[in-house]
């Protein structure tokens, strides 16, 4: 990206963005976080710019939202976007290697240790987090959170809004539906519907989250 990274969320996801981030990149290029929690004006040795009202100061940067939770993640996009930003920068991390065919929205964020193999497709503003797998012919929606180690077997649909916990696996040719979440270690075995909340092994339903509304 030719334009300064600002990241918003200086929270623990926002912390590892920046440093994968700046693995790949000149420390000038991140200007810093927006955070409307954090209090002082640097953290890890980051600056903090300030809260999420001061992103139309930075009129020359492009935008990452870093902030784990698909739902929260959509509620601040869409803060920003009512205040005028509109240039979102994905983050892939130096050794991350993308095939060709691969698809990747805006303002996404992509850690180390992934692996996207070949006819990939990942929506805007989803977050591919440390060692998550995605396997050939997978399609990712807007606004997913792949956890760290998730793995994504082939063919599997996974609409916008959902969140993969750590370490679960789900089996090829699934369809999860929008705005699910797949618990830490879940192995998916059947198709998931909107909204629903899966443990275990193999995955059954907990509870149902809020809807996940198109807007
Ligand atoms: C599945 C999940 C969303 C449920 O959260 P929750 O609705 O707050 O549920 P609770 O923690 O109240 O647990 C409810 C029950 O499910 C069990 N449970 C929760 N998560 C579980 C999991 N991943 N696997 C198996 N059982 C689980 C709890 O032990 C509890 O059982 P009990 O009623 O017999 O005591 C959550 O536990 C989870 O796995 N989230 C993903 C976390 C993750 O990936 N973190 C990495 C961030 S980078």
Do not use: Y
Request: hydrophobic letters at 40%; one cysteine or more.
């Amino acid at each position: 990206m030719s334009e300064p990274l600002v990241i918003v969320g200086a929270g623990g996801h926002g912390r590892e963005t920046a440093f994968a981030f700046l693995l790949g990149a000149n420390s000038v290029d991140f200007l810093g976080f927006l955070d409307d929690r954090a209090c002082g004006t640097t953290v890890e040795g980051w600056p903090i710019l300030g809260q999420i009202t001061d992103a139309a100061k930075h009129t020359s940067a492009c935008f990452v939202v870093a902030v784990n939770d698909p739902r929260a993640r959509r509620s601040i996009v869409a803060r920003l976007g009512a205040l005028g930003v509109a240039r979102w920068g994905s983050v892939i991390h130096p050794e991350v290697r993308l095939h060709n065919s691969a698809q990747l929205g805006v303002g996404c964020s992509v850690l180390g240790g992934c692996q996207l193999t070949t006819n990939i497709r990942i929506g805007d503003h989803s977050i591919l987090n440390r060692g998550a797998q995605v396997s050939h012919d997978c399609a990712v929606g807007d606004f997913c959170s792949l956890n760290p180690s998730a793995t994504v077997a082939g063919n599997v649909s996974i609409a916008s809004g959902t969140e993969l916990g750590s370490g679960c696996t789900i089996r090829q040719g699934i369809t999860i539906g929008a705005g699910a979440t797949i618990g830490m270690g879940a192995v998916v075995v059947k198709d998931v519907p909107d909204n629903a909340v899966l443990i275990g092994n193999p995955a059954r339903v907990l509870r149902s989250n809020s809807p996940w509304l198109t807007q």
